[in-house]
């Protein structure tokens, strides 16, 4: 990500995350058990949250690694942060019992891989926790979403607003234990097991 990007992003996205955003994060990231790996941690807005964990975060911008910092201050448990793409991560296979990523898929390149990442990485029925923007059910939205993605995503360094998060999670062969939608549907929260079976539709 651009400098740029990550210099406006906390500025941008400040409305929400000091509204909604707040309580969706709090309420997902508590779940959090044991080590914990968050993909794409960008300027840290997770930090803070953590509680009696150990966590290890990835992100590839530099600049916001830099952002992220004072957060990391901020933080009550202990955080390492790694340069890192979520395609390709630096840790042993069954590393972790949680892995956390919010507003993080839509910006990844190679989706599929840093799903299998993540199910390598992850033990054997530990938790991922997800909090995105995907692809709306409603015809005319989605629709909408589409035509502005290419736009979109030049803005946002990359950022798809029509990404199908939730059907490519199921067809990464993990269980969906628990989904939530926001702003009709625009927003998700996902817990999944590190298994396979049925699928939450």
Known sequence: MGKSFAKWYD??????ERGRFKSIRKQL??????????????????????????VKAIE?????????????????VPIEIFEA???????ADDAFDTVVGTL??????DVSSAFQEMKRVCKPG?????FEHVKMKQPLLAKLQDRLTPYWSRICDGCCLDRETVRLVQESGFLLAEKREYFNGLFVTMVLINEKGPLVK
């Open 11 to 16: 500025r941008f996205m400040n409305p929400l």
């Open 126 to 130: 530990g938790k991922i926790l997800l």
């Open 60 to 76: 590839p911008s530099p600049y916001m690694i830099e952002g992220s910092l004072p957060k990391r201050e901020q933080a009550k």
């Open 85 to 91: 793409g979520a395609e390709a991560l630096p840790f």
């Open 29 to 54: 990231i508590e779940k959090a058990e044991g080590n914990v790996l968050e993909l794409g941690s960008g300027t840290g807005v997770n930090f803070p949250l953590y509680r009696h964990v150990t």
């Open 104 to 109: 993080v898929y839509c910006t990844i390149p």
